[in-house]
């Protein structure tokens, strides 16, 4: 890769490890390194409609090889020119099966008009690092790289491999680099388990990091069309069969509906887990739905009291997208509306379109789903990686408790689990739980946050890579 990619700081970085002991490496030259790469890919536009994957995972690839990888060891693969994913393996000595970490190189757009500061270029002010992506999920790309380098020149020698792969189009867009390399090229990323940083990380509250959510489970994405049709005619005969009449009755009745409540063995460990950090008024509710059967008292107080403890507890399905008539002064002829479900992982697609069916209660409304769901089977609560991954924040975030949890949206994980790989999601930056501003204008993540987030990388992998 061109020398012109590799930043001032990973020159400084490289020589001084290469002039002295890898015990005297300074959390300061990491974290010098590990800005410089964040920028680099902050800058590099990603997004689907004007940016390249490829061109972010070559400058990637070019710090691994600069830190000492082989190339043969560091490939940009994928079908697509802009769409490329960067897949690096670190080498052990295979006393254990490889594990894979993971991280998504695009990001959505950001116009410039809307945010108070370039989306485009990474601004540190206040404690904060701004920039798209920050958060989802440039920052722990970087912090992985920045990991991996540190690693490999402290001449570290795993006892199984470590594969990384940053990937493309997990935002969106036509060539997931994840599905690619499952259909395409499976034996590079072929792995016991799956490390994922897009989704759980340290709750930061007033300050405080409270608590490091691990993802076991997400909920599986699915979305109906709700059609109504009719012959219509002229606006200035209106009938009382009017297809919008119909279809805003309907809607009217979905909005009262709501799914059964139910926990699985990763939201009976969230809660249990939660009892313990929650505040008096949570705290009995959770400790009940920590244990079976399903108190229903319990579950209905904490659904009530947050949109996040309802979406743990049940599926859910809202209208997003409406449309209807085809002239100001015709009759509507037909009217649509586009419900999006996030359905609990044991259900199926076709139990929520026949409760839609019956919620609706009208023949002439026609439900149908506008693509098949991918199912996401949960991940087994291991408990050595929940011990790996505890050994690794302790000398990070101190005594912070890991709690499992099952993410209410989506992320590249749903692939890995539906081909035989278990998936845990885990990024070592802490977030602000009251200040989540991903896919939203002034993205950020405090800066500190960030640093903490390499070392914990780097502790993980070590601690991975040792069996422990």
Known sequence: MAARHLGPALVVYLLALSAAPAAQTSRADVDRLGRDILKELIETDTTHSSGSTTIAAERMAARLTAAGFPRADVQVVGGADRKGNL?????????????LFIAHLDVVEAKREDWTLDPFVLTERDGFFYGRGTLDVKGGAASLVTAFARLRQEGFKPD???????????EGGPDNG????????????????????????????????????????????????LTVKNSGGHSS????????YRLAAG?????????????????RAYFAAMSKLAPASEAAAMRALGNQPLDQEAAARLSASSPFYNALLRTTCVPTLLQGGHAENALPQTAQATVNCRMLPDDSQEAVQQALVRALADPHIEVAPIRQAVPSPPSPLTPDVFRAIADAARPVYGDAPLVPFMETGATDGLLLRNAGTPVYGVNG????????????????????????????????????????
């Not at 897949?87 to 594990?99: D, E, F, H, L, Q």
Request: glycine share 8%.
């Open 160 to 170: 199984r491999d470590l594969i990384l792969a940053l990937t493309a189009d997990e």
């Open 429 to 468: 930056i802490a977030y602000d739980v009251n200040d989540v501003r991903a896919h939203g204008k002034d993205e950020r993540i405090f800066v500190r946050s960030y640093y903490d987030g390499i070392e914990f990388a780097y502790q993980l992998m070590k601690r991975i890579a040792d069996g422990r």
């Open 87 to 99: 897949v690096a393996r670190y080498r052990g000595s295979g006393a254990g099966k490889p594990v």
């Open 178 to 225: 994840v599905q690619w390399l499952i259909t395409n090229r499976r034996d590079l990323i072929d792995a016991e388990y799956c490390i994922n940083f897009d989704s759980g990380g340290g709750e930061l509250r007033d300050g405080k990091v409270v608590a490091l959510d691990v993802q076991a489970a997400e909920k599986v994405f699915t979305s109906f069309t």
């Open 251 to 267: 809607l009217q009745r979905l909005s009262a509906f709501e799914f059964p409540m139910r926990t699985s063995d990763v939201t």
């Open 237 to 244: 005969l209106p009938t009382k069969e009017n297809a919008i």
